[in-house]
């Protein structure tokens, strides 16, 4: 089957660097996304990672090993609007086309 | 653009109701999702179409649950009859094209249909 597999939930301080692991399982991988879901809104596109490697934007960053079937999203300088969900999220075929999400990350940002 | 705009935003109904949501693709955007999200099993695709035409809909739970695309602008999740376990939100999404080596194929969101099954 597929799958994507993540933390439940992690917890950090107003300043700090985090990071958000992502495991995946998935035929015809093509590569790693990342969405961030506040309380009651909508996901919204973070990234996209199609190669091996780290690919910054801001104080974002998000890294891919497909040899590892791995990826990762680091969020640097933790601000409280920081505080949210983030799920790893990847387009897929397996038989058709399907773009499957991750079970998700709740980021909860202490000041 | 708007967005990809949903309605209602939060539906309130008894069991064996049936349920209409809709949906606004953004302009230009040939391919729609349909998601659902709970706490017990996060976001889970439920179909979606391509230039109107339904292509995988292998996620759709059950026969009572049925969509549809009669135009490029409009498309409509029905539940007949609702159950107290189609309780939900449902998230429309739209992109521009499928994700591949070279393009990420962005969902766009709209800010889902919050559905209680009473």
């Known amino acids: 089957g597929q799958s994507l597999e993540q933390p439940s939930e992690v917890t950090a301080v107003e300043g700090a660097i985090v990071q958000i692991n992502c495991t995946y399982q998935t035929s015809g991988f093509y590569g790693l996304s990342w969405y961030q879901q506040h309380d009651g809104g909508a996901p919204t596109f973070l990234s996209y990672n199609a190669l091996d490697g780290l690919e910054e934007t801001g104080r974002f960053s998000s890294f891919l090993s497909r040899s590892d079937s791995y990826g990762y999203l680091l969020l640097q300088e933790l601000q409280m609007k920081d505080s949210a969900s983030y799920f790893c999220a990847v387009p897929t075929t397996s038989g058709t086309y399907k773009y499957i999400f991750g079970t998700g990350t709740r980021l909860k940002v202490l000041a | 653009d708007a967005g990809v705009i949903q309605s209602p935003r939060h539906e309130v109904t008894e069991m064996g109701q049936e349920v209409t949501l809709r949906c606004k693709p953004i302009s230009g955007h040939d391919y729609l999702f349909w998601y659902r999200q709970t706490m017990m099993r996060g976001l889970e695709l439920l179909i979606y179409?391509?230039?109107?035409?339904?292509?995988?809909d292998s996620g759709m739970p059950e026969d009572r649950f049925s969509a549809k695309m009669p135009n490029a602008s409009f498309s409509t999740l029905k539940i007949q009859p609702s159950e107290p376990r189609d309780s939900a939100v449902y998230f429309c999404?739209?992109?521009?094209?499928?994700?591949?080596?070279?393009?990420?194929?962005?969902?766009?969101f709209g800010e889902g249909s919050r559905l209680t099954v009473l």
């Open positions: 179409f391509n230039n109107n035409v339904p292509i995988d």
């Open positions: 999404a739209s992109s521009l094209a499928l994700g591949t080596r070279t393009n990420t194929g962005e969902l766009f």
